[in-house]
């Protein structure tokens, strides 16, 4: 059990450097002086076209963001596979094409079903 | 992984090519097809019930993908019975998806994952297998559930199904979470060995009281139960006799698997939280079917009552316990199928037949169709010759051989109050006169109540080869825990 509580004495002062320096030592050092430029939500560089809260957007950039997640979550197993692949063999690759053409087939669709394509 | 492995994990890789295969159908082909979309997937429901009989006489161990599957007769008996109850409701779906409103390869694409997710249900003996098969089932459950897209209800259906569901996903791995750091294994057979000398366990019994809840939630025991009358009522009359059968069969099969092969030992801590649990949905389930006047909501409502008298089985940890489970699971998948095909034969527009009153002097314009609702209703309420009553008799002889008399005794009062609203609809079909919904001509449907019909009789009226079957299928279960 001890092991443990030095692992939790380690995670609060990990813990406690970024929050004191944001919130007490930088408030402290920093100079403060806001304008309204400054108060702007940051898009980019580019000037905001309306308030961020009453703001439609088109559905598109919902569908978009799904399938990134999906081929997104496909790299993260795709890792540990890549490291291990030497001692996996034929069997690690030929699990792996499986797993990919399945996503593929997903891709596929998605494709054909016109997501891909911006009106 | 080897050659055998490939043999007995047949069905589920004929059902995933199969799934990717009607996903890809429309895209490449380009037209919406009700009809042939029905029979590719009859089709492949052909194919996966070969594979089963295949992959079931491939020999013994019949494990697969290391030890996280197994091909047993336990599995074969749920996977045969899911390939049939998806059958009848592909039939069903058929009505609807014919009118090209709704796209119909991509309902049975789903639908056909929601399967291959329940064949891994029954065969997983690791938690991790029978955790990935239940959320392949839940995530085809929450589109199909919202597949009337433009129907308020039926999306508001899908939304609450899917955030309830993914909370009690989550309850259910952080309890298995817990399992796993108290027996440093996910393996039911591991589990049960190391939990045989943790009796008092805390962190064990948290985890077994989470996966427990998580489990209780997808067989929609009270109290969590909450999502079951709103999700039955908005999503397609289909899709629901998809959720109160077939995802509910599933669930058993996996917590009868995990109760009895892992659990077993735990018995002394978990027996009053799911005798409760038991209670508590057939008593809240079957008063508060009485006041609904909506027939789906009703049904939903009794929906809950029969997880409880399900649990009975689970609870008892005899061989005649899982029997009646298993029993159970399959005459309510045929009275309740039944009942469902009924509510869609009286349908008007999108969602109607649902009200008591649809149901008003049935007899008169559909003899036959009111005489099997009859049938269906007594199946469901447990009066013999219907195949009810052998389930229900299985059930209550485990509760009461297992020293849950009382609870037998509310299993029996409880069964009495549904007889009241289930015959408010026989009420309606025989003795009111009034305005009788029509019955839609759709021959598939009526093909399925008459299926479901004979089916219910058969068994109940000639009961031995489902009961000596059943004693077949639990055999290895059995005698893993009395090891």
């Not at chain 1, 944001?22 to 806001?34: D, G, K, N």
């Amino acid at each position: 059990m001890a092991n443990y509580s030095i692992l939790l004495i380690a995670f609060l002062i990990v813990l406690s450097v970024p929050v004191l320096t944001i919130f007490l030592i930088a408030p402290l050092v920093r100079a403060s002086r806001p304008s309204k430029v400054k108060l702007e939500p940051y898009e980019c560089g580019v000037e905001p076209a309306s308030v961020a809260f009453d703001h439609r957007f088109s559905v598109r950039y919902f569908l978009v963001a799904v399938l990134f997640i999906i081929f997104d979550v496909e790299t993260i197993f795709l890792f540990p596979w890549a490291i291990r692949l030497e001692q996996l063999g034929w069997f690690g690759a030929i699990e792996m094409a499986i797993f990919i053409a399945i996503l593929l087939v997903g891709y596929f669709y998605a494709w054909k079903r016109k997501v891909l394509t911006w009106v | 992984m080897t050659w055998a492995d490939l043999l007995f994990l047949l069905p589920e890789i004929v059902l995933s090519i199969g799934g990717c295969l009607l996903l890809l159908a429309p895209v490449i082909g380009g037209r919406n097809n009700g009809v042939a979309a029905k029979w590719s997937m009859l089709l492949l429901l052909v194919a996966t019930a070969a594979a089963i009989y295949v992959a079931a006489g491939a020999g013994i161990p019949s494990l697969a993908l290391g030890t996280l599957f197994v091909a047993d007769p336990f599995a074969v008996f749920f996977k045969l019975l899911f390939v049939v109850v998806i059958a009848m409701i592909t039939l069903l779906s058929a009505e609807f998806l014919e009118d090209g409103r709704y796209s119909a390869w991509e309902y049975y694409s789903l639908m056909a994952f929601a399967l291959c997710g329940m064949m891994f249900m029954a065969s997983g003996t690791h938690l991790i297998s029978i955790y990935v098969g239940l959320e392949l089932l839940s995530l085809a459950s929450y589109i199909l559930a919202g597949y009337y897209k433009n129907e308020t209800r039926s999306t508001e259906a899908a939304m609450k199904y899917f955030v309830l569901g993914a909370t009690s996903s989550g309850i259910l791995l952080y309890g298995m979470s817990l399992i796993y750091g108290a027996c440093g294994s996910l393996h039911l057979e591991a589990i049960s060995q190391a939990v045989a000398t943790m009796a008092g366990n805390q962190a064990l019994i948290i985890g077994v009281m989470l996966l427990g809840a998580g489990l209780c939630f997808k067989v929609a025991a009270v109290p969590f139960h909450v999502w079951t009358p709103d999700v039955y009522t908005g999503a397609p009359t289909p899709v629901t006799a998809f959720l109160s059968t077939a995802s509910k069969v599933a669930a058993f099969a996996i917590f009868a698997r995990i109760f009895y092969m892992g659990l077993h030992s735990l018995e002394p801590d978990w027996n009053s939280i799911i005798a409760t649990v038991a209670a508590l949905s057939m008593i809240v389930g079957n008063l508060a079917a009485v006041t609904q006047t909506n027939v789906k909501r009703m049904l939903a409502y009794s929906s809950i009552a029969h997880a409880g008298y399900a649990l009975l089985g689970v609870l008892a940890m005899s061989e005649i316990g899982l029997q009646g489970v298993l029993i159970y699971m399959l005459v309510y998948a045929f009275a309740n199928i039944g009942t469902w095909a009924m509510v869609m034969l009286l349908r008007r527009r999108e969602y109607a037949g649902e009200n008591v009153d649809d149901f008003d002097g049935l007899h008169k314009s559909a003899p036959l169709y009111a005489f099997a609702m009859v049938v269906f209703l007594l199946s469901l309420g447990g009066i013999p010759p219907t195949a009810g009553f052998i389930g229900k008799y299985y059930l209550f002889a485990a509760a009461i051989s297992a020293g849950y008399a009382w609870l037998a005794v509310i299993a029996v009062l409880m069964s009495a109050v549904s007889m009241f609203y289930y015959f408010r609809l026989v009420v309606a079909m025989y003795l009111k006169d009034g305005a009788a919904a029509d019955v839609i001509p759709s021959r598939q449907v009526r093909f399925i109540v008459i299926v479901c019909l004979i089916a219910t009789l058969t068994l109940g009226i000639l009961p031995e080869r489902m009961i000596r079957g059943a004693a077949r299928s639990i055999a290895p279960i059995v005698n893993l825990a009395s090891r």
